[in-house]
């Protein structure tokens, strides 16, 4: 049963746009959220993160949003460039970071020029 | 070099071969990790490595044996694997476990095991 989950396994976005990747999770014990990046023959990077008690982090053009009550976090990136295409994750821990991360299966993004 | 290495990165092997994967972190840190990446599955985490110890073993099958000499590097042996063991592992190094569950995990580039 997947605690952490990415119902989009791809999403097409125009150059210059706003790309949304959605991510949604099943266990109310998740207090810390995770977004990772990976490109083709590397390994996954850390993008940007979010603890349960705020709503909205914001980095650059990077934006998560955690709402709590659907249980749903969302990564916007605005405006979309080609070096954003890549396959993302979503992750989660509880007890603010003590428990392991739980990763969801990924979304690949793709930026059209 | 710098930050986490693999190798091999692509490895073919016969469900009666015996190979290795090697992972070096040249970061100082001090746990070490090996995940498993399968098609449309996702990340899981198959064995922890704190100084050098093993914290965690996520009920992997004891065809994978992994190896922890010193805290830059670690190995991840294979024998009689099987065709669903093929995928991408992944080596992945932080300063200890809690920062690595809180954005400071450091992935290798992956070695992508197929078996015939």
């Known amino acids: 049963d997947q605690q952490v989950k990415q119902n989009s396994p791809s999403l097409s976005v125009q150059e210059g746009r706003i790309s949304i990747l959605n991510c949604d999770y099943t266990?109310?014990?998740?207090?810390?959220f995770l977004w990772y990046k990976k490109y083709p023959a590397e390994g996954p990077t850390f993008l940007i993160s979010i603890s349960s008690i705020k709503d909205k982090n914001e980095d650059g053009r990077f934006t998560v949003f955690l709402n709590k009550s659907a249980k749903h976090l969302s990564l916007h990136i605005v405006p979309s460039q080609p070096g954003d295409s890549a396959v993302y994750f979503c992750a989660a821990s509880s007890n603010f970071g003590n428990e392991k991360l739980t990763f969801g299966t990924g979304t690949r993004l793709t930026i059209i020029p | 070099e710098t930050g986490v290495t693999q190798t091999p990165r692509h490895l073919v092997m016969g469900m009666t071969n015996k190979k290795s994967l090697k992972c070096e972190q040249h970061?100082?840190?001090?746990?070490m990790y090996w995940y498993k990446q399968s098609a449309k599955k996702p990340l899981e985490l198959m064995f922890v490595?704190?100084?050098?110890?093993?914290?965690e073993n996520n009920s992997v099958p004891s065809r994978f044996s992994p190896e922890c000499p010193n805290s830059s590097h670690l190995f991840l042996h294979l024998h009689t694997l099987q065709p669903e063991d093929s995928a991408l592992y992944l080596c992945?190094?932080?300063?200890?476990?809690?920062?690595?569950?809180?954005?400071?995990?450091?992935f290798g580039e992956g070695s992508r095991l197929t078996v015939l």
């Open positions: 992945a190094s932080s300063q200890d476990p809690q920062r690595a569950n809180t954005g400071e995990l450091f």
């Open positions: 266990n109310s014990m998740f207090d810390y």
């Open positions: 490595y704190n100084f050098k110890e093993q914290t």
């Open positions: 970061l100082g840190h001090n746990a």
